[in-house]
């Protein structure tokens, strides 16, 4: 992932993903596992100094999953 907030995150992939799909995601952070449904709000495609990739909302955060991306975000300040 290049961006990460609660909100949702950034992720480098070579795949089409058309708007609305929902993906499902887990990725490893400090403070624990995060896992959670991902709706892809937006597309980009590979361009001289940007990889592709989606954009994707979380649909739905649990306390504690919002803590550990919380607790993330702020050690790296990568809160957007």
Request: glycine fraction near 8%.
């Amino acid at each position: 992932s290049e961006d990460i907030s609660l909100t949702g995150m950034f992720v480098k992939t070579a795949r089409l993903l058309h708007s609305g799909k929902e993906v499902p995601i887990r990725f490893d952070l400090p403070h624990g596992v995060v896992e959670v449904i991902g709706v892809v709000v937006r597309f980009r495609t590979p361009a001289k100094a940007l990889s592709g990739g989606v954009g994707l909302c979380f649909k739905a955060l649990s306390e504690a999953q919002a803590d550990c991306i919380e607790a993330y975000c702020e050690s790296t300040d990568s809160i957007r």
